[in-house]
């Protein structure tokens, strides 16, 4: 076993194990020291929580907190109100403590499962780490290396991976690793070949594709093009970042791929206005477009309700939309002239 990655390259690691571990999740991020899970998936007819309103879902859950932020309909978002349904088609955003997950795996009919084979290529730490990382959800796990020497270095500390030399932007070599095989192609090397190799994977009959790239560019034509995931390595960096810091906003945490909202992480501060009121009073400044995802207080995670207070000191994770960025960290934080 390799040692455990603290790194931003360690957060790559992490947010393709999310991918892989949830087949068809459409978002995925997980903050405070993976203590708090937030997941997009698209509701289908199968799934328990189809054709359900919000107010019923929270009884399915019982005692296991899940709070649903997002709902998208037809391209237009939708308020999460109690007695709003769920129907097939809607894609949703859910926020929820580590605790709360295998609930939410059964609400959305997603059984824990291992994939039979995956196949991760390139001569890179962050490949040696994935292959390594990899190896509990899946029966076989395949190291592509295009650098000999690079891949020789791999075989010799990783156990339990198959290690083969060659391009994965070779027809060939992709033939040779049988890669119409692979539940998921994860393409971990070179920028630019990270991308031809997902197409070709995916041409060649791989069920899964996510490729690593430094910046979003281009991101709504690779999903266009076929690429499951893109795997914005920025991102994941400025994320880590902000994870360490315990003052207030530095601005947008992440960005969600299937709506224009933005999650931010604000500290409630001295003369914050929402501090000391319950959610449902702060309506008249929030007027529903603003989700108030979860609350860390001393290291703890509440997921809240109408009836809960936001105190001085506490952090929250807020999603809403980019032109109430300035007006929700002023609630927060005015200035102390006001």
Request: hydrophobic share 40%; with cysteine.
């Amino acid at each position: 076993m390799l040692p455990a990655w603290s790194s931003p390259k360690g957060g790559v690691v992490e947010r393709i194990l999310q991918y892989v571990e949830l087949p068809n999740v459409m978002e995925t991020a997980n903050f405070q020291s993976n203590q708090i899970y937030l997941r997009g998936y698209r509701i289908t007819e199968d799934m328990p929580i189809a054709n359900k309103t919000l107010m019923e879902i929270k009884i399915m859950a019982e005692t296991n907190p899940i709070l649903f932020v997002v709902i998208v309909r037809g391209g237009r978002n939708i308020p999460p109100a109690g007695d709003q349904v769920l129907l097939p088609g809607d894609k949703i955003v859910a926020i929820m403590p580590r605790e709360s997950f295998a609930t939410f795996r059964a609400l959305i009919n997603s059984k824990a499962v291992k994939m039979n084979k995956i196949v991760v290529s390139g001569n890179t730490l962050t490949a040696i780490h994935l292959a390594d990382a990899l190896k509990p959800l899946a029966e076989k796990v395949v190291l592509a290396d295009p650098d000999h020497d690079h891949g020789h270095m791999a075989a010799s500390i990783l156990e339990g991976v198959d290690v083969l030399y060659g391009d994965s932007t070779d027809a060939g070599v992709l033939d040779e690793i049988n890669v119409k095989d692979a539940d998921c192609f994860i393409a971990a090397g070179d920028q630019e070949d990270n991308i031809m190799s997902c197409l070709m994977a995916k041409a060649e009959g791989a069920r899964m594709v996510i490729a690593i790239r430094e910046d979003d560019r281009y991101s709504s034509l690779f999903d266009s093009i076929g690429l499951d995931h893109v795997i914005n390595t920025r991102e994941i960096t400025l994320n880590a970042i902000i994870e360490r810091i315990q003052t207030v906003s530095i601005g947008t945490y992440l960005k969600l791929k299937s709506t224009d909202t933005d999650v931010i992480r604000l500290k409630a501060g001295k003369h914050s206005s929402v501090a000391g009121k319950p959610l449902k009073e702060l309506e008249k400044y929030f007027r529903r477009s603003v989700i108030i995802g979860c609350i860390i207080r001393e290291g703890n995670v509440i997921i809240p309700w109408g009836g809960t207070v936001i105190e001085k000191g506490d952090e929250a994770i807020i999603f809403c939309k980019k032109e109430q960025l300035k007006s929700v960290n002023k609630l927060f934080n005015p200035p102390v002239n006001e």
